[in-house]
């Protein structure tokens, strides 16, 4: 297919599905945040600032200073870059070997599929976020460690779909037909049944990158991983939650408005990455 | 190096069984589990001539797919041999079979055009892989060959950059035929190529498929239950019944005095204009289940309107009746 066509689809896609092309530009907006962040940002996220604590929303700064008297409009817009780069780390770790385990499971069956799909049954069993604690507790707190358990805790959902979906298609007509046109039994797998499961795997890749985002945040909420002055969402709501009895609201508020921004648009995302993927669409 | 006095398709004696799951307990107990064996096909002898367009007719679930996927060896036989061109091609396994030089001469067009379409490739891709993977064609070079296969199916050029969902049933049953055609198999084989389209686009088909037959000199194995297919396309049929060939001959001999009950009942269930319901012969009772079936007993008995005593005590096998006609049938129709 041409590039023009697919873009074609793409524009297609998008006018016919108001909300998805609003996602779409909502997750353009962040991504410009993450890219250019520390450019954008009005202030040094890092200065304090002892004459100008805890102020509340005003013309110089927008979504107020906090209890160092920080910008945390800025803090807000340099923290994009380290949260999506964490979720999207994280989400693409999870989808390679997800889709790889559970494609072979699905694929050759026997004892692999006995041993993948038990191997998601005890991550599942897990409360998924407690595992992801016990995960960094003991790999160490870092920001790696956030990623690495974040990929874990999100494994079976990916290595469930990737198993699912080839299997109903392992003993399709093209497959065999595929043997026949002398693809060995890896290069079904990789070029003929991957590309077709990619359209419920788009969908799962989307709704687990807010979860993912949602994940980093409240391991930083409670702790873990990203380090204090570093600004973060879940840090900084985190920091913020003692001051919304006290009145100061915005401390916490907007870091967290943004997070469920954040997490909404991947949400909506979904939907519309399903249709651009899949060929059935295409007019 | 290759034999021309062999037949192109020697199939001897193969079988293929599959275990079945038993319903057991929680607790496996070794000593009483014997796993049920489904004896898909059962010591089937075939060959195809050079050229030759051989129909093989039987109901739904008679063993013909497995022999079909055993011949173009998707699957490895249980028992028995396979020959092509002289070479034995049944001890390859089926898993290495696709790295082997013998698979670009044996292709097949498959029963659903749609189902047998991966729906993200393009009718272009879709022919390429096999030139590419098994004709080592690439650039200007691949590109010629797509377009003169596709002139050769008949198909518009501008059709090639269509996915499968874009095409019409004939559509993709063209780019199915051209896939299994691009590299000029010597044995082509049809599994029910029709049978998914309606009544128009078969007879265009079955005229493309005629002419590509002689245009590329290709063998056919015809797998059908459409007997007026068979009988207007094939040189010589064979009956399976249950994992067996019951009776094999010229199409003609076959369809004009058939001497096995079986495919007397079947010839007399083609729907035809005239009046003559009264002649159709209707099968009693149920098949015989291909699980572990009583290997002294024919596999017809029980459905057969002239079993006898004598059925139950032994299987027939595969008698030559007159030239190249066999049936395997304890009393058979005379001539």
Known sequence: ?283 | MIDDTQPLLQVEQVRKLFPLKTAGSLVPLRAARRTALLHAVDGVDLSIGRGESVGLVGESGCGKSTLVRLITRTLDPTEGSIRFRGEDIGGIPASRFARVPQRKLIQMVFQDPTDSLNPRYTARDTIAEPLRLLGNLSGTALSDRIEAIAALVQMPRELLGRFPHQLSGGQKARVGIARAVALEPSLLILDEPTAALDVSVQAVILHLLADLREKLGMSYLFVSHDLNIVRLLCDRVMVMYLGRIVESGPARQVFEAPRHPYTRALLSAIPGLGGEASRRIRLEGDPTSPVDPDPGRCRFHGRCPKGQDACTRSSPSLVQMAPGHAVACHFPESA
């Open chain 1, 1 to 283: 297919m041409t590039e023009l066509a697919g873009l074609r689809h793409v524009r297609y896609v998008l006018a016919d599905n108001p909300v998805t092309a609003g996602a779409f530009a909502l997750f353009g907006f962040f991504v410009l945040l993450a890219l250019f962040g520390p450019w954008l940002a009005p202030f040094d996220p890092l200065a304090t600032s002892p004459d100008k604590v805890l102020q509340p929303p005003s013309a110089a700064h927008w979504f107020g200073t906090d209890q160092l008297g920080r910008d945390i409009l800025s803090r807000v817009i340099v923290a994009t870059g380290l949260d999506f780069g964490m979720a999207l780390a994280a989400v693409l770790l999870s989808f390679g070997l997800g889709c790889a385990l559970g494609a072979c499971a699905g694929y050759y069956g026997g004892w692999i599929d006995r041993s993948v799909s038990r191997l998601a049954d005890t991550i599942m069993a897990f409360p998924l976020f407690v595992l992801a604690m016990a995960i960094v507790a003991a790999l160490g707190n870092s920001v790696e460690n956030i990623i690495y358990a974040t990929a874990i805790i999100n494994l079976p959902f990916y290595i469930r779909v990737a198993r699912s979906e080839v299997n109903v298609r392992r003993n399709a007509g093209f497959v065999e037909a595929a043997r026949l046109s002398g693809n060995t039994e890896a290069r079904i797998l990789a070029f003929h049944l991957f590309p077709n499961i990619l359209p419920p795997v788009m969908v799962q890749i989307s709704l687990n990158m807010g979860w993912a985002i949602l994940n980093a945040a409240g391991l930083s909420f409670i702790g873990l991983g990203v380090r204090p002055p570093q600004p973060e969402w879940g840090i900084m709501v985190a920091e913020g939650a003692s001051y919304m009895i006290s009145g100061e609201w915005w401390v916490s508020f907007f870091p967290g408005m943004v997070l469920m921004l954040a997490v909404f648009c991947f949400n909506l995302l979904g939907d519309g990455l399903r249709d651009m993927i899949d060929p059935r669409r295409r007019t």
